[in-house]
């Protein structure tokens, strides 16, 4: 349970740091941070919960279904 509380988490980070990004653009204010800033941080985000999966994926914790149908 506590694996889908984490990977839920990381993943409402990755869309939350989208829409910052997505509001930066809009403003096009010059005191504002980089739109790049967020989008790294998406990006960093995004590929911490690939790692997850895959480290969760190589030690079992979780398994795929053999089949998709």
């Known amino acids: 349970m ?5 990977l ?10 989208l829409f910052q990004a997505l509001i930066v653009m809009l403003k096009n204010d010059e005191a504002a941070p980089k739109m790049s800033k ?3 941080r998406r ?6 919960v ?3 999966l ?3 994926l190589l ?3 979780i398994t795929p279904h ?3 149908y």
């Open 43 to 48: 990006l960093i985000f995004s590929a911490v």
């Open 66 to 68: 053999p089949r998709p």
């Open 2 to 6: 506590w694996i889908k509380i984490i």
């Open 54 to 56: 895959i480290i969760l």
């Open 8 to 17: 839920v988490t990381l993943l409402a980070i990755v869309v939350f740091s």
């Open 38 to 40: 967020f989008l790294g």
């Open 50 to 52: 690939i790692l997850f």
């Open 59 to 61: 030690t079992g914790v």
